[in-house]
């Protein structure tokens, strides 16, 4: 499946963005889908996933309540709306597809070109 990351940008603090991955491919909408970041010099980290069978969702604890996963899968298309945004959540943002497992792990294959995203204080 090939993925398409979008929606990255600079905002002030306090501010929202909405992210959106576009899947293409075959069976693109048969993945479980989730984000990654990654801070300058550092790992990636997982940010928030959910679920391709019944769209359970999983989240990293310094985002929940804040950011939300969501996806249509009749557009194949994934969506994080990051709201109360802080400083510290400036990043490259990366979507991938895979098992739930596998994204949870950081070992899924699918991964789309990251997108920015740059807070301001």
């Known amino acids: 499946v090939q993925l398409q990351a979008s929606g990255g940008g600079l905002v002030q603090a306090g501010g929202s963005l909405r992210l959106s991955c576009a899947a293409s491919?075959?069976?693109?909408?048969?993945?479980?889908m989730g984000w990654f970041r990654q801070f300058p010099g550092k790992e990636r980290e997982f940010v928030a996933a959910?679920?391709?069978?019944?769209?359970?969702?999983y989240y990293q604890d310094s985002v929940k309540g804040r950011f939300t996963i969501s996806r249509d899968n009749a557009k194949n298309t994934m969506y994080l709306q990051m709201n109360s945004l802080k400083p510290e959540d400036s990043a490259v943002y990366y979507c991938?597809?895979?098992?739930?497992?596998?994204?949870?792990?950081?070992?899924?294959?699918?991964w789309g070109q990251g997108t920015l995203v740059t807070v301001s204080s």
């Open positions: 991938t597809a895979g098992s739930i497992n596998q994204i949870v792990a950081g070992t899924s294959r699918s």
């Open positions: 959910i679920s391709w069978s019944d769209a359970s969702t």
């Open positions: 491919g075959r069976s693109s909408s048969a993945y479980s």
